[in-house]
């Protein structure tokens, strides 16, 4: 079992930077890929990045490849979504999700989520 719970969503302009957060509870959180997601108003939750278990591996979404990145910190429990050059199609809510797998891309991969956190870019 795993708690996901994000943090550091905002309101920022287009072009800014801002970093998301999510702090995993539990000893195993190695052994899960994790990934972040986003959902828009009127669209489905769509894929953003993913990292592998000891974050030697990612992959992203071509709508945000060079703009975002996503790495791991695994003695803090914690993964992170960094987002630069933000867009307004960017506006989202952000969620953090765990995987048994050890990368995956799809939302039905995920075992757990988060409960999201609000990214609102300004034009």
């Known amino acids: 079992q795993v708690q996901l719970v994000e943090s550091g969503g905002g309101l920022v302009q287009a072009g800014g930077s801002l970093r998301l957060s999510c702090a995993a509870s539990g000893r195993t959180f190695s052994s899960y890929g994790m990934g972040w997601f986003r959902q828009a108003p009127g669209k489905e939750r769509a894929f953003v990045a993913a990292?592998?278990?000891?974050?030697?591996?990612?992959y992203y979404a071509d709508s945000v490849k060079g703009r975002f990145t996503i790495s791991r910190d695994n003695a803090k429990n914690t993964v992170y979504l960094q987002m630069n050059s933000l867009k307004p199609e960017d506006t989202a809510v952000y969620y953090c999700a765990a995987t048994v797998r050890t990368l995956a891309t799809m939302t039905s991969e995920y075992n757990y989520w988060g409960q999201g956190t609000q990214v609102t870019d300004s034009p």
């Open positions: 990292i592998s278990w000891r974050g030697g591996s990612t």
